[in-house]
C-alpha cells in the first residue's frame, strides 16, 4: 500500500524572513564596494589639550646647600724647636691680634745668645784698641813730618816707617769695624731667635683647638700629616659662606647682591650675607662654581662648620622659555614634549631649568607661541592627527 505525503504550502512571512536574511548575508562580503568603503573611511583626530610655550625673565630663588668657614684661619706652630713653658690661651678663648700665646724655653738659643754678645764685645774692644794704636801711630808719623823740615834731625827711613805703620793701623781699624758689624749681626739673628720662644697671635679670633700643655716639646711645621700644631684660631666675627652654584645658573651671580640663608640651629630664623668672591671656574668632578658671601657674626651665634639652606638667587640674561611641568615627559634617557604642528604631534628634546611655580624653564628647539600636549600620555605618539584643544597657562 502506498502513503501519500502531504506538502503544506510555506506561508508569506516565512519567504519574506529569508530574502532579509540572504541580502545581509551579501552585504557582509569583504569583496562587496560597501565594505571596501567602510575599511578606507579615516578616522577621526584625537581631542588633545595643548597649551601655548610662553616667554618671560627668569627672577626667583632656589635653596641650594651651602657652608660657613672662618674668614681667616690659621694652626699656630712655634718657628724654633722648644719646651712649652707656659700656654696661657685654650679652646673657646677669645684672642685679639698681638696676644701673647705661649712661651717655650731652648737653651741652645740662650747659649747662641751669649756667645754671640761675648763674640761682639770682643770684637768692640779689639777695634777700640786698633783706633787707638791707629791715633797714636799718626801723631808719630805726624811728629816726624814737622822734625823733618830740620835737616840731619830725622832720616827719611823712619819718617816712612811711621807712615807705614798709621797706614797698616788704619787698614786693622777697617778689618775689626766689619768684624764687629758682623758680630753685631749674629747677636740681632740670636735675639731675634729667642724671640720666636714667645708665640703671639696674628689676628683677632678664637682658639677652636688647643693641642699642646706644658712641658710638650714642638717645633716648626715639617709638613707631616700627622704633626699636631699648639693651637688652632679661627676669625668667626666675619664668616665665608660658600655655596657651589650649579654650571646652569652661574650667569646671573650679581657681586654685591644679598642672600638669606637659615642654619638648624636657629629654625625659622634668617640670615643674611653679601655676594663678595666668585671663582669664575667651575669645578670638572661637580659642574659646579665655589661662591662666596661675607657673613658678619659680631654676637658670634653663627659658627664654622654649619651647613646653612640659602635661597640662592637665580636670574637670566635674556628671557627663558616655560611649560607646565606636566607637559614635560621625563625618561631614563631624555626628556621631551609633544609640539603640535600641521595637526600631527611631534617630539622635541629638550632640557629642564629653574621651576617656578607650576611652570618649569625648558631649552631646545621650541619658539614662543608654539602648541605643546598639556598631559602627554602613552596614547599619544608623534605623528598622531590631533585636534587641539588650547587651555589657559596653569600658573
Not at 19 to 28: K, R
Not at 30 to 38: D, H, K
Not at 128 to 144: F, P, V
Not at 338 to 364: A, I, M
Request: charge should be negative; hydrophobic fraction near 40%; charged fraction near 20%.
Amino acid at each position: 500500500m502506498i502513503r501519500k505525503h502531504a506538502f503544506r504550502p510555506v506561508s508569506a512571512g516565512l519567504l519574506l524572513a529569508a530574502g532579509i536574511l540572504a541580502a545581509s548575508v551579501s552585504g557582509c562580503d569583504p569583496g562587496s564596494p560597501a565594505s571596501a568603503s567602510a575599511v578606507t573611511q579615516p578616522a577621526a583626530p584625537t581631542p588633545v589639550d595643548t597649551v601655548r610655550v610662553v616667554s618671560r625673565r627668569l627672577d626667583t630663588t632656589i635653596n641650594l646647600p651651602g657652608e660657613l668657614q672662618p674668614f681667616e684661619e690659621v694652626r699656630i706652630f712655634p718657628r724654633v724647636s722648644g719646651f712649652v713653658q707656659w700656654i696661657g690661651v685654650d679652646r673657646g678663648s677669645k684672642v685679639k691680634k698681638g696676644q701673647l700665646l705661649a712661651i717655650l724655653s731652648a737653651p741652645e738659643i740662650d747659649a747662641q745668645k751669649a756667645a754671640a754678645q761675648s763674640a761682639l764685645l770682643s770684637a768692640e774692644s779689639q777695634r777700640i784698641a786698633a783706633e787707638a794704636k791707629l791715633a797714636a801711630d799718626k801723631a808719630t808719623a805726624e811728629r816726624l813730618r814737622t822734625a823733618s823740615a830740620t835737616p840731619g834731625v830725622i832720616s827719611e827711613d823712619e819718617l816712612e816707617t811711621a807712615e807705614k805703620t798709621a797706614q797698616a793701623d788704619s787698614a786693622r781699624v777697617v778689618a775689626l769695624q766689619h768684624t764687629t758689624d758682623a758680630a753685631r749681626a749674629t747677636l740681632r739673628a740670636a735675639q731675634e731667635m729667642e724671640s720666636y720662644l714667645r708665640v703671639y697671635a696674628p689676628f683677632d679670633g678664637v682658639v677652636t683647638r688647643r693641642n699642646v700643655h706644658p712641658g710638650a716639646l714642638v717645633g716648626p711645621e715639617t709638613g707631616s700629616s700627622t704633626e699636631h700644631s699648639m693651637v688652632r684660631i679661627e676669625e668667626v666675627a666675619h664668616l665665608r659662606l660658600v655655596v657651589a652654584v650649579p654650571e646652569a645658573y652661574v650667569a646671573g651671580i650679581e657681586p654685591g647682591a644679598k642672600v638669606s640663608f637659615t642654619v638648624p640651629a636657629f629654625p625659622g630664623r634668617n640670615f643674611t650675607g653679601t655676594i663678595a668672591r666668585v671663582a669664575d671656574s667651575i669645578d670638572v668632578s661637580t659642574r659646579t662654581m665655589p661662591v662666596e658671601a661675607d657673613v658678619w657674626n659680631p654676637k658670634l651665634e653663627l659658627s664654622s662648620g654649619m651647613f646653612p639652606q640659602v635661597a640662592w638667587p637665580v636670574h637670566r640674561p635674556a628671557p627663558s622659555l616655560f611649560v607646565p611641568q606636566s607637559a614635560v615627559t621625563r625618561s631614563a634617557e631624555q626628556s621631551y614634549l609633544l609640539r603640535v604642528r600641521n595637526g600631527r604631534l611631534e617630539q622635541v628634546n629638550v632640557t629642564t631649568g629653574v621651576s617656578v611655580g607650576n611652570l618649569t624653564e625648558v631649552f631646545g628647539d621650541l619658539h614662543q607661541g608654539d602648541q605643546v600636549a598639556l598631559h602627554p600620555s602613552d596614547d599619544l605618539r608623534p605623528g598622531t592627527q590631533v585636534q587641539p584643544q588650547e587651555q589657559p597657562l596653569p600658573m
